[in-house]
């Protein structure tokens, strides 16, 4: 019980990236063990069938109509386990990255419509290039990769000097582990699973320009922000009135304070820069991750 008590802990107070990962392996989960359910029944081939046109999201228009809510399942689906294992591992690992410049709801809508996007250029090629309309029928995209995609651009375009150490390579910037990425992504639409990597590029092409507008200041993800976070109110919860008798800052108290916190931020990002996201304590993690909560 213990193991699960701190998955529920995790759960309810981690932050946006951690509820992320932790809903894709347990739909994970979930699904495997109704196969193997299926398998001991004996009728695993028709959960299979059942299980892969009610969550995948298939190439074909037709089907598509009929199961329109796909082009979201899809992408908190995945095929086996080294799928999964790879593309949460890039969504931990460059998911950090991310929090350290951007904020959470930028996270989520970065995720979800690097996958929209990532999904509708894979129907486009799909439906009006004749090389892959011979696959069109019983092709199917899973797998969050166009969204993961998504992110890595998003931040590579944001940071591309971010410093980060890969294992026996050594400190590679952002912008090469993007741009490697991107080059075996448009070598490997030839294979088998071109599919799939048609809709990396799209993931990739929705976070490069989010990432090009943030520098310049404006945000193109704001308006499905704005309406994926929107509660109706009947469903918002009521907030509780905390009376709090406090001194008003002065202009000079709260100018100041901004300073200081800005120093703190300042003293953080070149620590990073020398010697990586992982040399900070949790204290200084803790405070960049509140500074950059905009919420």
């Given at each position: ?24 392996v347990?739909?994970f ?16 081939e ?55 410049y ?67 390579i ?54 499905f ?42 003293r ?28």
């Amino acid at each position: 019980m213990g193991i699960i008590d701190d998955i529920k802990y995790n759960i309810r107070i981690g932050n946006v990236l951690m509820r992320l990962i932790y809903l894709n392996v347990g739909l994970f989960i979930l699904v495997n063990l109704l196969s193997l359910l299926a398998s001991i029944f004996g009728f695993k081939e028709t959960w299979d069938l059942w299980s892969t046109r009610l969550l995948y999201m298939p190439s074909n228009l037709h089907e598509l109509i009929t199961h329109p809510w796909t082009i979201v399942t899809y992408m908190f689906m995945h095929a086996d386990i080294w799928h999964i294992l790879f593309n949460m591992l890039w969504l931990y690992w460059l998911g950090q990255i991310f929090l350290i410049y951007l904020n959470s709801r930028q996270l989520i809508t970065v995720y979800l419509m690097g996958g929209l996007v990532g999904g509708a250029i894979y129907l486009l090629l799909y439906n009006l290039f004749p090389s892959f309309q011979f696959f069109q029928y019983g092709s199917y995209l899973v797998g969050a990769s166009a969204s993961v995609m998504a992110i890595v651009f998003a931040i590579a375009t944001v940071a591309p000097e971010y410093v980060v150490h890969l294992f026996l390579i050594g400190p590679v910037r952002l912008k090469y582990i993007a741009l490697f990425t991107l080059i075996i992504d448009l070598i490997s639409i030839q294979s088998t699973n071109a599919g799939g990597h048609i809709a990396h590029l799209g993931g990739a092409m929705l976070g490069y320009f989010f990432g090009l507008k943030i520098r310049k200041g404006s945000d193109i993800t704001s308006w499905f922000s704005n309406i994926f976070f929107k509660k109706p109110v009947f469903f918002r919860r009521r907030k509780k009135i905390n009376l709090m008798y406090r001194r008003p800052l002065s202009d000079y108290e709260y100018n100041q304070q901004k300073v200081e916190i800005q120093k703190e931020i300042d003293r953080i990002l070149d620590k990073i820069a020398q010697s990586g996201y992982d040399s900070l304590t949790k204290k200084e993690k803790d405070f960049l991750f509140r500074a950059g909560k905009k919420e």
